[in-house]
């Protein structure tokens, strides 16, 4: 990896197209194409500009001092069934070369669209002709007295993954803040790594923005059968230094009066787009930066994808931040086939997720909790952890989501996208809303 | 020129030989439920429908993919799961809307068809002709096709 940093940085100061001028103002470099981030977005916004313009000039900005790479992947780096190389979005000596990408390590500060140019942390200034903003999302950390202390991370980055494998150790007392999604995830990590781990989500369940309360407390449930504790409906008010103990150096203060004894507090309280650098750059800003459904921001020359994006859904009419990585890399094509020329349009950001919790395999899709008119098809049985509720809405499906079922569950996604009219499939699967496979292959497939 | 498989539903009886030569060929057991390719039954219509992936060109798996572990083979045109690569995240199974890529909770892995590498042997299995190795643009293939330019992620260039 520093190899290729290294390499990275030998490029300073060529000119990928036309010449370059290093008076400030004017750019250090100018290129065709430039994509800041280097999370999946990114990536697949690059190579999908390769494949649609051989020859126009490509930079890929990364953030961080790594190989582009997935946080998808951190959790099986904490588990050890992967390396650090095992996290990298693409594994092949030389990809990025080969496809006359060029890939250096930088932090955008400003844009300038009237410059049709920004400025790195640093101060290196390059140019583009298009710019695509992929610059992704940081972890949120909640205003609760003492999160500034050793011993409590986020678990964002491969920089916070190491310390976590430091940290992490068998026996160690640890306490997880949240258990949305990514907290849910590391969760997983953090147990299979045989910490005595303690979970504090403020949410009256597990993953409460993607399951509903049959769900959630089914997984809280079969958390406690695997010996992992998680407190729902309650708050950690403040974290105090823990004199006296070279161990357990902090205490978590709970809201129901209790204090737990902590080695390492991890902190997954949500992201938020990244968008402090877009301080004067003009650009339309709500939670993310707004896009159309070319995923164009206002100014016709910029483009954003992924976390930092905020674009159409699927359903309604509202734009969405979805941090999610089916969004991310399709924002990142659709983006990279409008930028080279190629009009292309989105048909909506769908949320969707799939988690895995110590086993327990759960997914939800689009309006899993129900839109208003709507009906349901529900099937429970508690004893084998086996949950499925469909959202109808008219006579197709706009939401699902399901604990315990892996086999075709991607028909879920095809059903809601498609629009599949369900006609008398709908009154069956009211019946037993498992068969959405075969609702599938009646409906959509004839 | 590249191969695709022609499933034929009105052909299929559903006698589930081809999940027995897919499990034979790719875990060397004699057990449909570890199938690549699955006979779907609706007994109220007498019809039987055998289904496995299409190898979409764009393939949703294959972008959704966060470590690069899922590849077209040059040779086939078939989208292949790495499995080293693959670490389990079950991200592929969630993008596909087809529904025909798996995880596999024994392996950690997720699975899918790969067409056995230019033979496969679902075809050789079929009594009926129900499921056939022929050329990609003789089949419905362009049909599928069409029904997954409706689905989402894959927004179309509209050139």
Request: net charge negative.
């Amino acid at each position: 990896m520093t190899g290729f940093i290294k390499k990275v940085f030998c490029r300073k100061g060529k000119t990928a197209s036309g010449p370059s001028d290093t008076n400030r103002g004017t750019s250090d470099q100018s290129y065709k194409y430039v994509v800041a981030g280097a999370g999946p977005a990114g990536v697949t916004a690059a190579e999908t500009l390769r494949q649609n313009d051989p020859d126009g000039s490509i930079l890929l900005l990364g953030g961080e001092p790594e190989a582009p790479y997935s946080r998808m992947a951190i959790p099986y780096l904490l588990v050890g069934s992967i390396e650090e190389e095992g996290t990298h979005i693409r594994h092949q000596d030389g990809h990025y070369e080969n496809l006359k990408i060029d890939c250096r390590q930088g932090r955008v500060s400003q844009v300038n669209p009237a410059s049709k140019t920004l400025l790195l942390e640093g101060g290196n200034r390059i140019g583009y002709d298009k710019l695509c903003l992929a610059t992704g999302a940081h972890p949120i950390k909640p205003p609760i007295p003492g999160l500034d202390q050793e011993g409590i991370l986020h678990c964002w980055t491969l920089e916070d993954a190491r310390k976590i494998i430091e940290l992490a150790h068998e026996g160690a007392d640890v306490v997880l803040m949240g258990a949305g999604f990514i907290g849910c995830i590391i969760l997983e990590a953090l147990a299979l790594r045989k910490v005595n781990l303690t979970v504090i989500e403020m949410g009256d369940r597990m993953v409460p923005r993607m399951l509903d309360p049959v769900a959630g407390n089914m997984l809280k449930s079969w958390c406690a059968n695997k010996g992992v504790t998680v407190h729902t409906a309650t708050k950690i008010t403040k974290v105090e230094p823990h004199p006296g103990d070279a161990e357990d150096t902090l205490l978590v203060d709970l809201d129901n009066g209790k204090q737990i004894p902590a080695h390492l507090l991890v902190v997954a309280a949500g992201v938020k787009s990244n968008l402090g650098y877009l301080d004067g750059a003009g650009l339309e800003i709500d939670q993310g930066i707004l896009v159309d459904e070319r995923l164009q921001t206002s100014d016709e020359n910029i483009y954003a994808i992924g976390d930092v994006a905020q674009a159409p859904a699927f359903e309604g009419e509202d734009k969405v931040v979805h941090a999610i990585q089916t969004t991310a890399t399709d924002h990142g094509r659709i983006a990279a086939l409008n930028m080279s020329g190629i009009a292309a349009r989105y048909n909506g950001s769908l949320a969707m997720n799939v988690l895995d919790t110590l086993g327990l395999i759960s997914v939800s899709f689009g309006e899993w909790n129900g839109v208003e008119g709507g009906d349901n098809a529900v099937s429970v049985d508690r004893e084998n952890n086996r949950y499925i509720r469909l959202e109808f809405s008219g006579g197709r499906l706009v939401g699902a989501q399901s604990v315990g079922r892996t086999d075709q569950v991607g028909v879920l996604r095809g059903l809601i996208e498609g629009r599949v009219p369900l006609g008398d499939w709908k009154e069956k699967l009211k019946k037993n809303p498992h068969l959405v496979m075969d609702a599938y292959l009646a409906c959509a497939q004839r | 020129m590249q191969k695709t498989l022609n499933i034929i539903p009105e052909k299929c009886t559903g006698c589930a030989q081809c999940e027995i030569a897919c499990s034979i060929e790719h875990v060397g057991m004699f057990s449909p439920s570890k199938s690549r390719i699955k006979v779907f039954k609706f007994p109220d219509e007498g019809r039987f429908v055998a289904y496995t992936c299409t190898q979409c060109s764009e393939a949703w798996c294959q972008r959704a993919c966060p470590t690069g572990a899922i590849s077209a083979n040059a040779e086939t045109g078939a989208k292949e799961v790495c499995e080293p690569t693959c670490v389990g995240c079950k991200v592929c199974t969630i993008a596909c809307p087809f529904g025909t890529i798996n995880y596999v909770s024994e392996r950690g892995k997720v699975t899918k068809c790969d067409l056995c590498g230019g033979d496969p042997a679902c075809v050789k299995a079929c009594p009926t002709g129900a499921i056939t190795f022929i050329d990609a643009d003789a089949t419905g293939y362009d049909r599928m096709k069409a029904w997954a330019a409706q689905t989402g992620g894959g927004a179309q260039p509209e050139a």
